[in-house]
């Protein structure tokens, strides 16, 4: 399987403060896939790294990708309320179906 | 900004009985997708759908499910007999084309099978 995993399971972190989670995977990708989900509700879509991409920037996103260590980090800069939210990365391969991790729930505090 | 529409946002049924979990993909998108994801665990890929039929499934996805595209516009998950562990919530999503770009996901349709 070439699943994603995130690490940590969980984060809590002060408003203004960054936070970064980590994806893991195993087999060659295509590209790798952020997206966010509040809770019981939809995914968002948030950022896209093509596997010939080492980094990318997206407002206050920025993520990052080692296709050597099979990993990539979501960095979210200045956390606001807002961003409390669970965190997914999702690997497509050649066949383009995605493949989530787990997740990470970042909650923000005021 | 363009969305992935689907009804109803939460559908409660009983078990053995029919569901269709209905989905209006964007409209110049070709590609089109269910996902679920069972209550605390992972989205889990179930279909792919291009050119009025399926592209891929996955193991999931068995003769209690079909997928239609019945009026060009809606995208349609039919799951037969409903068990209790089809409880989760369907995500539908499209995408322009099967390169690997972002998807679009519906804020999905919650299915509990009581």
Redesign the interface.
Same mark, same amino acid.
Request: net charge neutral; hydrophobic share 30%.
């Given at each position: 399987s070439q699943q994603g995993e995130e690490d940590p399971q969980a984060l809590s972190i002060q408003e203004g403060e960054n936070a970064t989670m980590n994806c893991s995977y195993k087999t060659s990708i295509n590209n790798l896939q952020w997206y966010r989900q509040n809770s019981g509700r939809g995914l968002v879509h948030l950022i896209l790294i093509r596997s010939n991409e080492r980094e990318k920037h997206s407002g206050r996103l920025r993520v990052t990708l080692d296709t050597s260590k099979k990993s990539s980090s979501l960095l979210i800069t200045a956390s606001r309320a807002a961003d409390t939210a669970s965190y997914f990365c999702a690997t497509a391969a050649n066949d383009y179906k995605l493949s989530f991790g787990a997740g990470t729930t970042v909650t923000v505090r005021a | 900004e363009p969305e992935v529409t689907q009804t109803p946002s939460h559908q409660v049924t009983q078990m053995g009985q029919e569901v269709i979990l209905r989905c209006v993909p964007i409209s110049n998108h070709l590609y089109f *997708?269910w *996902?679920r994801q069972i209550l605390g665990?992972?989205?889990? &890929?179930l279909v792919?759908f291009y050119n009025n039929e399926i592209s891929?499934k996955?193991e999931i996805f068995d003769d209690q499910f079909s997928v239609e595209r019945p009026d060009g516009s809606n995208f349609t998950l039919k799951i037969r007999s409903t068990k209790l562990e089809d409880s989760a919530?369907y &995500?539908c999503?499209s995408s322009e084309a099967?390169? #690997? #770009? #972002? *998807?679009? &996901?519906?804020? #999905?349709t919650?299915l509990t099978v009581v």
């Open positions: - | *997708y *996902y665990q992972k989205v889990e &890929f792919s891929e996955s919530m &995500f999503a099967m390169t #690997g #770009g #972002g *998807y679009t &996901f519906g804020s #999905g919650r």
